[in-house]
Nanobody, 115 residues
Framework: QVQLVESGGGLVQAGGSLRLSCAAS????????MGWYRQAPGKQRELVAI???????NYADSVKGRFTISRDNAKNTVFLQMNSLKPEDTAVYLC?????????WGQGTQVTVSS
């Protein structure tokens, strides 16, 4: 069974950093693309960052220059390094990956940024 499990969320002050991890059951090379999304209360889920097997990476404008997505194939894990966090970054962060035409989601990890 394909599973994605996020970790690393928490409470941090504005300006702080967090590193989220998304561990996949099996090889993450099976997933293409992989990405991080977030959903704040009362808002639609939005794409934060995406990484494609070719190495192409894209970020939401709101996080460019502050967040970095990376993957460690040996650990079957995708990371999201979040720096200079702002209160508006508060949301549940979810990992997503595609295998062929099937989309898989993790359960999410809460990130709360206090002002």
């Amino acid at each position: 069974q394909v599973q994605l499990v996020e970790s690393g969320g928490g409470l941090v002050q504005a300006g702080g950093s967090l590193r989220l991890s998304c561990a996949a059951s099996g090889s993450i090379s099976n997933f293409n693309p992989m990405g991080w999304y977030r959903q704040a209360p009362g808002k639609q889920r939005e794409l934060v960052a995406i990484i494609i097997r070719t190495g192409y990476i894209n970020y939401a404008d709101s996080v460019k220059g502050r967040f970095t997505i990376s993957r460690d194939n040996a650990k079957n894990t995708v990371f999201l390094q979040m720096n200079s966090l702002k209160p508006e970054d508060t949301a549940v962060y979810l990992c997503n990956g595609w295998i062929s035409s099937n989309s898989y989601w993790g359960q999410g990890t809460q990130v709360t940024v206090s002002s």
